[in-house]
Nanobody
Framework: QVQLVESGGGLVQAGGSLRLSCAASGRTFSNYAMGWFRQAPGKEREFVAAISWSGGRTYYADSVKGRFTISRDNAVNTVYLQMNSLKPEDTAVYYC??????????????????WGQGTQVTVSS
């Protein structure tokens, strides 16, 4: 089992920045590829970004490319999502998720075995 806890969400004006954190506990964190997803009201959960177990490979949805940066620190079992130039359409609940080794960069929710409880991000116009 892997337990994931997100933090760092909040209310920010358009053009602002937030950094989300996802702290992992349980099984060896470095064995897992990690991802961030988001879900807006009335919409399906969608892929945002992913990172390989070592952090050497990163993947982004087109909608966030150039604005968001995913990173991880295996020494403290944490994955981050730095969000810059935020837009109102970025408003959603953001979830981190863990996928088994070898599934780095997957964009389908079904490829991820463990999920956090989510953190709300609201961007005002």
């Amino acid at each position: 089992q892997v337990q994931l806890v997100e933090s760092g969400g909040g209310l920010v004006q358009a053009g602002g920045s937030l950094r989300l954190s996802c702290a992992a506990s349980g099984r060896t964190f470095s064995n897992y590829a990690m991802g961030w997803f988001r879900q807006a009201p009335g919409k399906e959960r969608e892929f945002v970004a992913a990172i390989s177990w070592s952090g050497g490979r990163t993947y982004y949805a087109d909608s966030v490319k150039g604005r968001f940066t995913i990173s991880r620190d295996n020494a403290v079992n944490t994955v981050y999502l730095q969000m810059n130039s935020l837009k109102p359409e970025d408003t959603a609940v953001y979830y981190c998720a863990a996928a088994p080794f070898g599934k780095a960069g997957r964009t389908n929710v079904y490829d991820y075995d463990y999920w956090g409880q989510g953190t709300q991000v609201t961007v005002s116009s």
